[in-house]
């Protein structure tokens, strides 16, 4: 068989999208209403194809966009999308051989999304509930939130999911909430405070309504954490 007839696939490219946020002191995830078929009217990640002459992560930010009204910004600073994974088993999507490149982003507390062109509606939802998602999304989000809970162990991701400024309890909150385990308050205190570059003293205080006073942080310079803050209980290769 010779080059010229031998059969060749015409692929096409998408971007999905995994955004996170801890909302009600839960990890959740945005998702969709289609409003195309196919899988009109089930659940999915924001996502759509790549035009052409596009970037691919101007793909994901206008899809972004488009999908959710959610400008891919947070206090004026774009929302940081990082490539998961691609996408590319040959029965994926059944409109044919469809590739798509997967973006994770993780922010605090964002706003109710307001759906778009291609979607009937958008909405937070819990990752715990959200389930039987169209294409493969389930394995997409799936591996998202194993990204973020890992990055959780080796970054310091999760001032991320914190304002400016926050308490240790509140970055303690979102360990739990992002690995789904209740962590010893006065260990997570030791080990955040003695990382070096982990978070920074604003030397100012919040005081609620009730109990004492907590001091407030900033994140500070450190990007890695070493040693690195793991999860209690992980199954781990090896």
């Not at 999915?44 to 970037?55: C, H, I, N, S, W």
């Not at 993780?106 to 778009?116: H, K, M, S, T």
């Not at 591996?143 to 304002?163: H, N, W």
Request: with cysteine; hydrophobic share 40%.
């Amino acid at each position: 068989m010779t080059l010229t007839t031998r059969a060749r696939a015409v692929v096409q490219l998408t971007v999905d999208l995994v955004i996170l946020t801890v909302r009600e002191a839960r990890l959740q995830v945005l998702l969709v209403v289609r409003g195309n078929e196919p899988y009109r009217d089930q659940l999915a990640l924001p996502g759509g194809f790549v035009r052409k002459g596009e970037d691919i992560l101007d793909a994901a930010r206008r899809e972004l966009a488009e999908e959710t009204s959610l400008d891919g910004a947070l206090d004026g600073t774009p929302l940081h999308l990082e490539q998961l994974r691609t996408y590319g088993a040959p029965e994926r999507d059944p409109r044919g051989r469809i590739v798509s490149v997967a973006h994770l982003a993780i922010a605090p507390d964002l706003p109710v999304p307001v759906a778009g062109t291609d979607a009937r509606s958008a909405r937070w939802e819990p990752v715990e509930s959200a389930r039987h998602l169209a294409f493969d999304h389930d394995q997409i989000l799936a591996d998202g939130v194993e990204r973020a809970r890992s990055k959780l162990e080796y970054t310091t991701l999760a001032t991320a999911f914190c304002r400016e400024t926050f308490t240790i309890g509140e970055l303690r909150q979102v360990y739990e909430v992002v690995w789904g385990q209740t962590l010893d308050p006065r260990n997570f205190n030791r080990k955040v405070t003695g990382t070096d570059g982990f978070v920074v003293p604003t030397g100012e205080k919040r005081i609620p309504e009730t109990g004492r006073p907590a001091s407030l942080y900033r994140p500070g310079p450190a990007t890695t954490l070493s040693p690195p803050m793991l999860r209690a209980t992980v199954d781990r290769p090896g």
